[in-house]
C-alpha cells in the first residue's frame, strides 16, 4: 500500500506503546501520550517530491502539526513550511526553516508583521486588496520576496461547512469573481509575481480541489495577456486533500490527485512555473495517534463508561461537532498488548468537567479496565495545534518514533508549568 494512505495497525500501536513503556516514559504522572510515526511522515514527504516537478517548494502547514520537533524532521527531509500566523513564521525558523522556504499565509497580517515578513524574505501570499496597499507601501523600493495573490476560487463547499474555504463569502482570499479589480492589482504592483489558493482541508471531493486550483489558473493567462508573458512566476495549490479517518472512508491516493491536476490543467506541469504546495492533514493525520491510562470505568444508567485523560482538550473538533469528525478508538490491556475476549458496548468520555466531553459512545471493545490502554487512531493533525485550556490540563507528552527509535517530541506540561501558563 501507498505510505500516503497507509494509517497505523493496532498491532504496531502495541509494539510501540510497549516499547514506551518498557523504557519508562509512562512514569508517575504521566496518563497519556502522542505518538507520531516520524519515518511515515517523511516517507509522504518523499512521495510529494516524486510525484509533483523537481523543484517544487513543499510547505507543510504549521497549524496541521506545530511540535517543533516534528516540523525539524520535515524541514530536515527537505520541506519547507507554511504559516498561518507570523507566531507559526516564527515556529518555522525555530525548526530550522530557511527564510526563502516560509510562506506566510495569515489573514490577519498587521503592518509590523508584513514589514517583519518582507524584511526576513519568505514568501508572503496577500489576501486582500487592503492588505496589497499595506505590503506595496512597506516594500519601498527593496527587492521584494515572491509576493502572491490568495484567491477564493468560489467552488463552493464541502461536506463540512467550517474548513469549507472556497464558498461565495468565504473570509479568505479575494474572490474570482472580481477578476477585473484582481487584473488592475497585477497591472498596479509589479511585485505581485504569484497567484495562491487554497480550496479547503477535509470533506472536499478530489473533482472540487482540481476545479478550485484551474479556476485560479485560468487567471493566469488573463493576467499574462494584460501585462506580460512570464509574470506569473510562482503557482500555489495550497493544500485540502482529505484523510480517511472511518473505516469505510476511501482514501485519496496522492498519485489520483497530482493525476486529475495534470489532465485538467497541463499548464501546471509545463516548467515554466514554480510550483507550492501546502499539505497539512494528509502528512500528519493517520501519522499519529494516542494512547492515555483508563482511569476509571464506572455505570451510569444503562452505559459503562471509560474515564481517560483524553477529550475535548484533545478532539476539539470530535467533542463539538461529533457528527463530522471521527476517530477509530480501540483497547490495549495495562501492559500494552491486544485484549481478546467478547466485546460489549462502552462509552469513552474525557476528563473534562462538562457533559459534551464524550469522544464515541457505545463502541464494541473487548472489556475495559482500569489501568487498560486507550488508542485513539489518526490524531497527528489539528489536534494537539487545537489544544483547548478548558479545566487546565497539562498538555500531554509526545513522543516520536521512527524504526525502532523512541524519543520525546516534546515534554508533557506539567501543574507548575500550566500555572505559569495562567500566570501574569
Ligand atoms: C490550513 C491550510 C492549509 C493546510 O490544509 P490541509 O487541509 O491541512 O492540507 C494550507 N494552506 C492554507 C492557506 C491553510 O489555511
Redesign the pocket.
Known sequence: MSRWIERTRLDDASTVLRRALAEGFFREGTSAALFHDLGRVRARFVELETRFPAGTLHAV?V??NPVVEILRALVNAGAGL?A?SFEEVRLAIAAGCPASRIVF?SPAKTRDEIASALALGVHL?VDNFDELDRVASALGNTRPPPIGL?VNPQVGGGSIAL?S?ATRSSK?GIPIERRDEILAAFEAHPFLSAL?V?V???GMPLETLVEGVARVHSLREDIERRVGAGRIQTFDL?????VAYRPDDVPIPLSAYVDALKTKIPGLFTGDLGLVT??????HATAGWAASRVEYVKQAGDERLAVIHLGADLLVRRAYRPDEWYHEIAVLDADGRPKAGPTEPVTIVGPLCFSGDVLAKGLALPCIDPGDFVVIHDIG??TLGMWSRHCSRGLPLVLGYDGDTLSVLKNRETPDDVVTFWSR
Open positions: 502547514a497549524k496541521a507554511e498561518a499565509d501570499n490568495r474548513t474555504v479568505f495562491h487554497h479547503g482541508s477535509q495550497g493544500g485540502g486533500l482529505p501546502e499539505f497539512g492533514r494528509a502528512i493533525a489539528y
